[in-house]
């Protein structure tokens, strides 16, 4: 063999391949976990946070500065610190530790500049706003849990978001993210994230595999083609909301989610769902789209301890064609923030009709919806005798 000549290796196994490459991200997590416990550990980021605000402080008004020092000192803070443990077990009230920061209106295009010097917070709650991205100053709230931001105009999450890693809950539903930040990854406590509706979302990063304590992920009503590999990954997952996308097939290893109990698959383009559902022993509801599904397990859709719900929709092919060249349309911000919302109220009532099938001992092979957008105006569920069983 001649020197500088290419020898082609053959695998057999690419799951050899993956492991390795697992092996890889998961040593340099590693190092970046470290380093960032490192940086939390020095002082140097309190005291330019202290600094920072004496040199607010000398930019406000005495009103405005008395206003907040009383702010201050009715949430139980006599500087700019976070809570310990220590101190909100000492507390004899439970919900005095549970404090939330909530932000409504269309009026809000950034958050307000005092935020910064509150990093005891637990919980966000901003909903309803034209802010279009979040602060700089996020890393600093590293006792937050819940951070709750749908409907709002953001754009993208920042990679300060992997240094949150007390993070239980994040719902980033009906914004305008194309793409989320590997470093989410490292919130390793998060169970529940919601990307629904951000229409321009086509996949998840790789990294977003150390979430093993994930039991919810929902990425309805965006534009995924393939299930993401990290998600065949999140071993803790307990529902896995696909719906409103545009899958046409499922992956064959889908048995690796062996903690799944509820999956929405509907508004795809599937036409058959593999054998490996079946060998999924905890899952107990699927919901499909009835009008395109030809192909379906009967260990699956027969399984009397599984409820099969297939949704079908009466509306006409000219209806179809009209409304998804009416769809087509529609390319302001303006008119994609009416269909977001029209989009929400259709999956609260999807949510609340599967949500009454729990209950009853056997569901309809198949569901027609019918009128679904009108009733919704009203806000009325639409009654029992409108379906067709």
Not at 101 to 129: A, I
Request: proline share 4%; hydrophobic share 35%; net charge neutral.
């Amino acid at each position: 063999m001649g020197l500088g000549r290419k020898l082609d290796v053959p695998v057999s196994d690419l799951s050899l391949v993956r492991d390795m490459w697992e092996v890889r991200v998961k040593t340099h997590r590693q190092k970046q976990k470290k380093e960032l416990e490192r940086m939390e550990q020095s002082a140097l980021p309190k005291i330019d946070q202290q600094w920072q605000y004496r040199i607010y402080c000398k930019t406000l008004k005495t009103g405005e500065l008395n206003l907040l020092h009383r702010y201050l000192e009715r949430s139980a803070l006599t500087g700019v610190q976070v809570n310990t443990e220590a101190e909100q077990q000492d507390q004899k009230d439970p919900e005095e530790s549970k404090l939330i920061f909530q932000l409504d209106g269309d009026q809000w295009t950034d958050f307000p500049r005092e935020l910064q010097w509150m990093t005891y917070l637990r919980e966000w709650h901003v909903s309803g706003t034209k802010i279009s991205r979040l602060p700089e100053y996020l890393a600093l709230f590293t006792q937050l849990t819940v951070l709750e931001i749908p409907k709002n105009t953001i754009a993208e999450l920042p990679a300060e978001i992997g240094k949150l890693t007390g993070l239980r809950e994040l719902n980033v539903s009906y914004n305008r993210l194309s793409k989320v930040p590997p470093e989410l990854g490292n919130c390793e406590n998060l169970k529940r994230l919601e990307l629904t509706g951000n229409h321009n979302l086509s996949d998840l990063p790789f990294e977003l595999s150390s979430l093993k304590q994930l039991v919810h992920l929902d990425v309805a009503e965006n534009r995924f083609m393939t299930i993401p590999i990290c998600a065949l990954r999140m071993s803790g997952l307990q529902l896995l909301d696909l719906s409103n996308n545009g899958l046409t097939d499922l992956p064959q290893d889908m048995d690796r989610l062996e903690q799944l109990v509820t999956l929405f698959l509907h508004k795809n383009n599937l036409s058959y769902l593999p054998h490996c559902l079946c060998k999924i022993s905890t899952l107990k509801m699927i919901v499909v789209n009835g009008d395109a599904l030809t192909c379906c397990p009967t260990k699956l859709c027969r399984n009397p301890d599984i409820k099969f719900i297939r949704l079908c929709d009466r509306l006409s092919a000219e209806k179809k064609e009209e409304e998804k060249k009416e769809k087509n349309k529609r390319k302001r911000w303006r008119e994609e923030e009416e269909e977001v919302k029209k989009d929400s109220r259709e999956k609260e009532f999807i949510e609340a009709y599967i949500s009454s099938l729990k209950d009853r001992d056997t569901v309809p092979d198949s569901t027609t919806k019918v009128s679904i957008s009108c009733l919704l105006k009203t806000k009325r569920f639409i009654p029992r005798s409108d379906f067709q069983h």
